[in-house]
């Protein structure tokens, strides 16, 4: 049960100063009240599983940018970024509310241990002419400026798409049937020592899947 197990890591560990992301099932009252009491803060992508409190969340935001100047009489900061990479144009504009009323109406049992502020971060990427739209909301116990607010989700998105994912594409973990004594863990580490290595290989041009298989083609290769 991965929920309980991140709260049971979760008190192994001193949080003090850190700032916890996680993905949106971890997205619980309890969690979020453990990492605070643990001296962290949290913040946490709502998402479905957690239906009414997006429904809240995402009212507030429609509603307010529906007015004839979006969010004027609540207090509340904004950041954008946009990059260009491989011929991809992806503009990220982050706002966050941390109006004490706003918080009430959407936390009114008080069940978000040390809720402080509620973002939306909205994501367009135009590529080959195409362009998508994508609307993220988030839930806080930090009252951080929108520009900060985007580095922390930032941050968790890079190790989504810098370890998970190649993980799971590269190495299929996810689907990984290893699930006797110690294996698990010690492939576990086996797999990013692998990754690592294929990482730092840069003779031949070509993606993490490629080298696998060049390594186990061409001996000399894989020495």
Known sequence: NEITTVREMLMTLDLAGCVVTADALHTQTQTARLIVERGGDYVLPVKDNQERLHERIASVFVHESARAQPFKAVTHTTAQTTNKTHGRIETRRCTVIDDPSYLNEINHQGQWWHLSSIVRLERSR??????????????SSLAEPAKAMLQFIRAHWQIENGLHWKLDVVFH?????????????????LRRFALNLLGQEKSYKRGLQAKRLKAAWDADYLL
Do not use: K, L
Request: net charge negative.
């Open 126 to 139: 135009t590529q080959d002419g195409h362009t998508s739209h994508e609307t993220h909301y988030f839930i």
């Open 173 to 189: 973990e996810d689907h990984t049937r290893i699930r006797v004594d110690h294996a698990p863990e010690n492939m576990a580490v």
